[in-house]
């Protein structure tokens, strides 16, 4: 279980984490989420035990996680997939990584091969791919088998076979019992990925709950119609308390599900051919409800 209570971090004159407090369950997949300089990787730094939190703290089951000895074993992270000596193979890296936290060897050659990664164990890390870096990175989170794994932006540059292989890893962790928190902005993948979510906004909490929850709340439920007698339709659903719009030759009405839209036509004996309720997407609640909080809007934004 990792609990952040109160974590405040100020780089000098930059509050880069303001005062946020969140639960990460273990059984779980928990989505990071939050726009570009947010604090998500400011959170896991200071979680990691590699920066010092300048108020409140960052606990890993009840504790701070710095400098605990055979930390890879308590832990798994991947925060900087660049961030590795460029001069080792992946192998020689592993075991590295394996000997000073006293994993066996074996798990070197277990963890190569579960992310694709064999054929190119002998190679050095400076002429590897950011996908294969990246690959490596998640290789070097699982050597140790712990109970707590944290990923930063794992799928930057990742095929669609490793999109796909993250995917099962992470609900497969969660299936086990760990604890599994995962920053991206993947929005379509994390949809699929992730039970709960941690959302932040220029360093502070917007949402903490279940996926669904977040999406719920975020978007409103649309139900999309085709009918020849439209305008009949459209005034009694208009009645009936919906705000119905047209749209390409169909009605689209919020504010009503399709099981009320479809009664309503039936009372009236008003055909349908079509009558559908969309699902509400990750995407649009997440640029609803952060849409105050975006730090560096583009010029779409504007
Ligand atoms: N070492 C540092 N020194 C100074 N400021 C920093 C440092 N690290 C982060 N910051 C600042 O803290 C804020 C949060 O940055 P952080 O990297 O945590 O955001 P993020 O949510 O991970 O963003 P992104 O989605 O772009 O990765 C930003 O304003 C950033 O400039
Ligand atoms: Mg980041």
């Given at each position: 279980m990792i609990e952040v209570a109160n974590l405040t971090k100020r780089y000098g004159g930059v509050t880069?984490?303001?005062d946020l407090t969140f639960t990460v369950r273990p059984g779980r997949v928990t989505g990071f989420l939050g726009p570009n300089g947010a604090g998500k990787s400011t959170t896991l730094r200071v979680l990691l035990g590699l920066h010092r939190p300048s108020a409140g703290t960052a606990t890993v089951d009840g504790r701070p996680?710095?400098?605990?000895?055979?930390?890879l074993r308590q832990v798994g992270a991947l925060l900087?997939?660049?961030?590795?000596?460029?001069?080792?193979t992946a192998r020689a890296h592993l075991t590295a990584l394996a000997r000073s936290n006293r994993i066996p060897p074996t798990r070197v050659e277990e963890v190569l091969e579960d992310a694709g990664l064999t054929g190119a164990a002998?190679?050095?890390?400076?002429?590897?791919?950011l996908g294969m870096k990246q690959r490596l990175g998640i290789a070097a989170a699982l050597l140790g088998g712990a109970p707590v794994l944290v990923f930063d932006e794992?799928?930057?540059?990742?095929d669609p076979e490793g999109v796909r292989w993250v995917r099962g890893l992470f609900r497969r962790l969660a299936a086990e019992g760990r604890t599994v928190l995962v920053s991206s902005h993947l929005m379509s993948e994390m949809e699929h990925t992730a039970d709960d979510l941690v959302v932040v906004g220029r360093g502070e909490l917007i949402a903490a709950e279940s996926l669904a929850e977040f999406t719920a709340r975020g978007c409103r439920q649309r139900v999309t119609v085709a009918t020849p007698a439209a305008d009949a339709l459209l005034s009694l659903l208009t009645a009936e308390g919906a705000s119905v719009r047209t749209e390409g030759g169909l009605l689209v009405a919020t504010g009503m599900d399709a099981g009320r839209v479809g009664a309503i036509a039936q009372r009236h004996g008003i055909p349908l051919s079509r009558l559908q309720e969309e699902r509400p997407s990750l995407e649009e609640a997440f640029m609803r409800l952060t849409a105050d909080a975006v730090q560096y809007p583009t010029g779409d934004a504007r």
């Open positions: 880069a984490v303001k996680f710095g400098g605990r000895p055979r930390g900087d997939a660049q961030d590795v000596h460029g001069g080792r002998r190679r050095r890390i400076a002429g590897f791919s794992p799928l930057n540059g990742l």
